[in-house]
T-cell receptor
Framework: SAVISQKPSRDICQRGTSLTIQCQVD?????MFWYRQQPGQSLTLIAT?????????ESGFVIDKFPISRPNLTFSTLTVSNMSPEDSSIYLC??????????FGSGTRLTVV | KQEVTQIPAALSVPEGENLVLNCSFT??????LQWFRQDPGKGLTSLLL?????REQTSGRLNASLDKSSGRSTLYIAASQPGDSATYLC????????????FGTGTRLLVSP
């Protein structure tokens, strides 16, 4: 299965600032997925990132708040913009393989103060 | 809209017990179902992937079954160990549309020595 390197692993940020999370995959993939896990909750899909096109956002998530880049088939970034304490969550990237299912990065634990 | 529920929400057992975690989903039109393990504040580790045409998968002390028609899956853990303590998540992938995973609410397992 794919190996995903995600960074940073954790960060504490001031409200009103932005944080960019990076995911690097060890193989080329068409789609990359970004999830959010709020404290005590399960995972919610934020958006799907295709290389060469705009990301597709789920209901309740907007590009201005969560801009995504996908410059090539092995890399993607998610930015959490103008952060508030409600953005404190674990953010995860993911890819899919038909044989192995989904593989997730190690997660970014974000605390906004 | 697919909804995934896991029972129980939390489980505490002494070391050595065999245990069963349950997952139910409302739409039986799934492509596959995947079980994950999540340690506190960390990413997800894939445990087992069951394709829609399969009835069960086994890996070591873990066995997962799938009854698609009734919308149920179970994860059986044999001879539990303290190292099994974690949150277990099931997730289903739909057949139509892009490859979106819908997650269950999770079962938090504590195995005491």
């Amino acid at each position: 299965s794919a190996v995903i390197s995600q960074k940073p692993s954790r960060d504490i940020c001031q409200r009103g600032t932005s944080l960019t999370i990076q995911c690097q995959v060890d193989s080329q993939v068409t789609m990359m997925f970004w999830y959010r896990q709020q404290p005590g909750q399960s995972l919610t899909l934020i958006a799907t990132a295709n290389q060469g096109s705009e990301a597709t956002y789920e209901s309740g998530f907007v590009i201005d708040k969560f801009p995504i880049s996908r410059p090539n088939l092995t890399f993607s970034t998610l930015t959490v913009s103008n952060m508030s304490p409600e953005d404190s969550s674990i953010y995860l990237c993911s890819v899919e393989n038909p044989s192995y299912g989904y593989t997730f990065g190690s997660g970014t634990r974000l605390t906004v103060v | 809209k697919q909804e995934v529920t896991q029972i129980p929400a939390a489980l505490s057992v002494p070391e050595g017990e065999n245990l069963v975690l349950n997952c139910s989903f409302t739409d039986s039109a799934i492509y596959n179902l995947q079980w994950f393990r999540q340690d506190p504040g960390k990413g997800l580790t894939s445990l087992l992937l069951i394709q829609s045409s399969q009835r069960e998968q086994t890996s070591g002390r873990l066995n997962a079954s799938l009854d698609k028609s009734s919308g149920r899956s179970t994860l059986y853990i044999a001879a539990s160990q303290p190292g099994d303590s974690a949150t277990y998540l099931c997730a289903v992938r739909g057949v139509t549309g892009f490859q979106k995973l819908v997650f269950g609410t999770g079962t938090r397992l504590l195995v005491s020595p």
